[in-house]
């Protein structure tokens, strides 16, 4: 399963807030099958088989301009790994533990 971050900018719109559309983009998600997302401050964590993220990835990215943007930058950053199972809560554990060790958990 990959991982990937990505973050959708609408430019040009009538706003400088764009919430709305960040609140469009993770309805739109919602739809989606065989991935899951996670909505961070900064961007959406979407994991899955890797076509169904980048299918994923396309329906935002269309979707931002259905939603009355003129222009659309998208950033994808992927970790796909295939000699084990992963996701962000695995790798999230992986770092806690570590820090554990040390005696530096939360």
């Known amino acids: 399963m990959a991982i990937a ?23 739109k998600l919602e739809t989606l099958e065989g991935v899951e997302y996670q909505l961070t ?10 076509d169904r993220i980048l299918e994923a990835v396309k329906a935002l990215h269309e979707h931002t301009f259905e939603s009355g943007a003129q222009r659309v930058s998208t950033s994808i950053k992927i970790d796909d790994r ?3 199972a992963g996701s962000s809560v695995q790798k999230l554990a992986s770092v806690h533990a570590k820090l554990a060790e040390r005696g530096g958990a939360e």
Do not use: F, H, N, W
């Open 5 to 27: 971050e990505v973050t959708i900018i609408p430019i040009g719109t009538a706003t400088t807030s764009l919430s709305s559309y960040v609140a469009e983009m993770q309805r």
């Open 41 to 50: 401050s900064m961007s959406t964590i979407i994991e899955g088989p890797l």
């Open 82 to 84: 295939r000699d084990k």
